[in-house]
């Protein structure tokens, strides 16, 4: 298993479910994946969310990724590590040019503070299958 491998697979399922902590609570939701390249996976939201609030008190995250076409019962990619916030200017004019239904949501340009862009540049990748089901703690893990 290779970084390359992690993105290819974030690419072809987009939907993650990131979960963060508030105090000691766990809190989970989907997300649909701007991009994923050799610098992290991306993502945007709202600075109005908890999800926000939670990202800044605890960039602390779990990333998952699951594609359900791998029989028996699929192939999941849970990715260990922590968000960056970003404010790169450049990033926000690319997020509008690639996803310009943000505008139509009340997002008014690349410097609206209303728009979180954040990645996970660093962590730990591990694949799960029903082939290690029951030995998880022997699946191979990457550290990129």
Same mark, same amino acid.
């Not at 939201?45 to 969310?49: D, R, S």
């Not at 209303?114 to 990645?119: P, V």
């Given at each position: 298993m290779d970084l390359s491998e992690c993105i290819r697979f974030a690419r072809e399922n987009p939907v993650t479910y990131i979960a963060t902590v508030e105090g000691n609570q766990p809190h989970?939701?989907?997300f649909a994946?701007?991009?994923a390249d050799e610098t992290g996976f991306y993502y945007h939201? $709202?600075?109005?969310?908890r999800v926000w609030? &939670?990202?800044q008190a605890n960039p602390r995250v779990e990333l998952c990724f699951y594609?359900?076409?791998t029989p028996p019962a699929g192939r999941m990619m849970r990715v260990t590590g922590r968000a960056e916030i970003l404010s790169d200017r450049s990033l926000g004019i690319r997020l509008l040019g690639e996803r310009p239904w943000l505008t139509g949501i009340g997002?008014?340009?690349p410097d609206?503070?209303?728009? $979180?862009?954040?990645?996970v540049p660093h962590? &730990?990748?591990e694949f799960w299958t029903m082939e290690n089901n029951m030995r998880e703690r022997d699946a191979p893990r990457l550290t990129f």
């Open positions: 989970v939701r989907a994946m701007w991009f939201t $709202g600075t109005e969310k609030a &939670q990202l594609s359900p076409n997002v008014t340009g609206d503070p209303k728009l $979180g862009i954040f990645r962590g &730990q990748a």
